[in-house]
Structures are given as structure tokens and as C-alpha cells.
């Protein structure tokens, strides 16, 4: 299994997740592979718990993509100036 995180701030609408709705604020993105399967997930910065990022999770084809996604993902989420 592989994890790949980074801190990013979103933009005002939040990022919407499966077990709470949105959330806001500065967070964190983290990517996990396993067995193909690639799961995205969020935090508060310094909290406990991950909460699943609505619709952002996939299979990948090939592991070496994982790099690929979480960039992508964080370049989608990362609107630190709204």
C-alpha cells in the first residue's frame, strides 16, 4: 500500500465528502493505493480523522500513476485564494 498527503487550502465552497458533507478551512489530501484502487481522503490539518472525498476515488490502470492523480487532485482542491 503507498499514501501520498499534502496540506492545502480550498476553495470557499469546501470539499465535499461522503460522511459529513463539506468541510473547509486548511486540510489535507491523502492518496491511498491498494490493490489498484486508489482512495482520496481529507482531514482538518492536525486532526485524527480522514473522511472520504465524494466521487474522487478510482482504479488506476497502472501504480506508477499514483503520483499522477494525487497532483491532480491537489491541483483541483488547492484555491487558497478563493
Known amino acids: 500500500m503507498a499514501d501520498r ?3 492545502f487550502v480550498p476553495g ?3 470539499v465535499m465528502t461522503d460522511e ?3 468541510i473547509t478551512g486548511p486540510l489535507e489530501l491523502r492518496t491511498t493505493l491498494a490493490d489498484g484502487e486508489l482512495r482520496a481522503t481529507v482531514r482538518y490539518e492536525g486532526a485524527d480523522e480522514w ?3 465524494t ?3 478510482c482504479r488506476l490502470a497502472d501504480p506508477r500513476d499514483h503520483d499522477a492523480v494525487h ?3 491537489l491541483g483541483v482542491l ?3 485564494e478563493g
Open 5 to 7: 498527503s499534502s496540506p
Open 12 to 14: 470557499p465552497g469546501g
Open 20 to 22: 459529513v458533507g463539506v
Open 51 to 53: 473522511y472520504a472525498i
Open 55 to 57: 466521487g474522487a476515488s
Open 71 to 73: 497532483d491532480v487532485l
Open 78 to 80: 488547492n484555491r487558497p
